[in-house]
């Protein structure tokens, strides 16, 4: 397990750099992040930041045995799970990405799950679903549309400014998920 943490200097080096997906064909479920974080630019891996509670909620909902370190992200292929994001462009907060960015990144992303072709695709924000997939209206959880066979499911954001879920209520969205669609 890596504990780097990167320091001022490399945090601002990591503005515009992108990370590699965790991604293989046909898994169960594809996370989608919004884009990543400075943080996680700077460490090369996704959902990196102290305080993101990606990893604990993907744990206490039942998608991993234990709770995994973002520098053993490759060990969710094992799972059977991938991280994707909308946009690839590392920025230090999502607000910073214009509705173009996230219209051209949900472009990428259907793409990206035609050719892999997921049980599901869970992209963590609502906001920013709705601006890439040109959906307003849409609300947590499963949605009307599909991307071929792919299922569609929204989430909420896991960052720890996002103070309106609780690791708890989170664990228990991301639960509702795994039971759809990550069970054999």
């Known amino acids: 397990m890596t504990t780097f943490r990167p320091t001022k200097a ?11 997906d965790v991604l293989a064909p046909g898994l169960r479920v594809l996370f989608c992040g919004i884009n990543p974080g400075l943080y996680s630019a700077a460490t090369g891996h996704h959902f990196a930041r102290p305080g993101n509670r990606f990893w604990p909620a993907l744990h206490n909902s039942g998608f991993t045995p234990r709770q995994l370190h973002p520098s053993e992200q ?14 690839a462009r590392a920025t230090a907060r999502a607000d910073e990405l214009t ?15 035609r050719e892999f072709r997921p049980r599901c695709l869970a992209i963590v924000g ?14 947590i959880g499963r949605q009307p549309v599909s991307i071929g066979e792919t299922a569609v499911w929204v989430l909420p954001n896991p960052s720890g400014l996002n103070a309106h879920w609780t690791p708890t209520t989170l664990a228990a969205e991301f639960a509702k998920l795994r039971q759809n669609f990550y069970s054999e």
């Open 74 to 87: 490759a060990a969710l292929l094992d799972y059977g799970v991938g991280i994707t994001n909308i946009a």
């Open 126 to 139: 609502i906001t920013a679903y709705r601006i890439a997939f040109r959906s307003p209206k849409a609300t």
């Open 10 to 20: 490399q945090l601002a080096a990591a503005q515009g750099a992108r990370i590699p």
């Open 99 to 113: 509705a173009e960015e996230l219209r051209a990144g949900g472009e990428e992303l259907v793409a990206k799950v």
